[in-house]
T-cell receptor, first 116, second 114 residues
Framework: NAGVMQNPRHLVRRRGQEARLRCSPM?????VYWYRQLPEEGLKFMVY????????ESGMPKERFSAEFPKEGPSILRIQQVVRGDSAAYFC??????????????FGQGTRLTVV | DAKTTQPPSMDCAEGRAANLPCNHS???????VYWYRQIHSQGPQYIIH???NNETNEMASLIITEDRKSSTLILPHATLRDTAVYYC???????????????FGSGTRLLVRP
């Protein structure tokens, strides 16, 4: 059973371009979380999604950032018109509902975004 | 905001037990305590979680006080590869369908010395 897969692992964008980060959850997992980690800082919660639904986006910047988790395919974190301050590691995690309980979340290896 | 308090750094000798404390004095009755670690800049790795009872798995033991206001993660025989930042997290539930999110604090940077 493959773990949480994120791609690309490294992404370089020029200021003003768009960045699209992909996350394929573990097989059978229907919950996806996105986190951002700035250099030398902790992980900051961004958004929590279930299939086709955004459950909690309280950590998402109000502009330029969006996330989706379609019925088919990976979850996508999209950053429009990137700025240097968007440079960070973006981690995705997934979990599943088992026996009515939402189990532990497993993280991918992250996408390191560099804006030049 | 994170609901936990951890020392910023600790160290222990290789082969000895590492005991990492965590305070969560405002924890509610249905909130779990989770531990993750992050080695260098890799993705966080799940270690263990618990609600009321002490828990043990192949990686570690989790001791939760009776009042649930604090807990200790124990790595019984620390190795150099256990050097990492360890995060104690109170899992915040919401909704009626067991939805939750994990709010990370600053963690404890554990250095295992040869």
């Amino acid at each position: 059973n493959a773990g949480v897969m994120q791609n690309p692992r490294h992404l370089v964008r020029r200021r003003g371009q768009e960045a699209r980060l992909r996350c394929s959850p573990m097989k059978g997992h229907s919950h996806v979380y996105w986190y951002r980690q700035l250099p030398e800082e902790g992980l900051k919660f961004m958004v929590y999604l279930q299939k086709e639904n955004i459950i909690d986006e309280s950590g998402m910047p109000k502009e330029r950032f969006s996330a989706e988790f379609p019925k088919e395919g990976p979850s996508i974190l999209r950053i429009q018109q990137v700025v240097r301050g968007d440079s960070a590691a973006y981690f995705c995690a997934s979990s599943q509902t088992l026996g009515g309980a939402n189990t532990e979340a497993f993280f991918g290896q992250g996408t390191r975004l560099t804006v030049v | 905001d994170a609901k936990t308090t951890q020392p910023p750094s600790m160290d222990c000798a290789e082969g000895r037990a590492a005991n990492l404390p965590c305070n969560h004095s405002t924890i509610s009755g249905n909130e779990y305590v989770y531990w993750y670690r992050q080695i260098h800049s890799q993705g966080p790795q799940y270690i263990i979680h618990g609600l009321k009872n002490n828990e043990t798995n192949e990686m570690a033991s989790l001791i939760i006080t009776e009042d649930r206001k604090s807990s200790t993660l124990i790595l019984p025989h620390a190795t150099l590869r256990d050097t990492a930042v360890y995060y104690c997290i109170v899992r915040v539930p919401f909704g009626a369908d067991s939805s939750y999110k994990l709010i990370f604090g600053s963690g404890t940077r554990l250095l295992v010395r040869p």
